[in-house]
């Protein structure tokens, strides 16, 4: 019933930048917090970023100062904003939303960086 649509990965050299996307479908009666995760293979997934319904923020040390989350609530759309990008940051990134009793995923995208 209810779905997160994730887009914007893709391939990008060191430095470069990328911006994803992730848009709750379906009836939710609340979003509360919505974050991004991250997870390569053979590695624990790891919370990247979060930003609560009223805009504060939160960043994994490795990405702050190079990523911004943000969120617009009247779409219930959470975007990252990867700038600087390094090869550790590959990975699948997730999206997550909290709601009133409930989480929801998204289906992951893929962002590689690589020379």
């Known amino acids: 019933q209810v779905h997160m649509v994730e887009s914007g990965g893709g391939l990008v050299q060191p430095g470069g930048s990328l911006r994803l996307s992730c848009a709750v479908s379906g009836t939710i009666f609340s979003i509360l917090n919505m974050g991004w995760y991250r997870q390569a293979p053979g590695k624990q997934r790891e919370l990247v970023a979060s930003i609560s319904s009223r805009g504060s923020t939160n960043y994994a040390d490795s990405v702050k100062g190079r990523f911004t989350i943000s969120r617009e609530n009247a779409i219930k759309t959470v975007y990252l904003q990867m700038s600087i990008l390094k090869p550790e940051d590959t990975a699948i990134y997730y999206c997550?939303?909290?709601?009133?009793?409930?989480?929801?995923w998204g289906q992951g995208t893929q962002v590689t960086v690589s020379s």
């Open positions: 997550n939303a909290i709601g009133l009793g409930d989480f929801y």
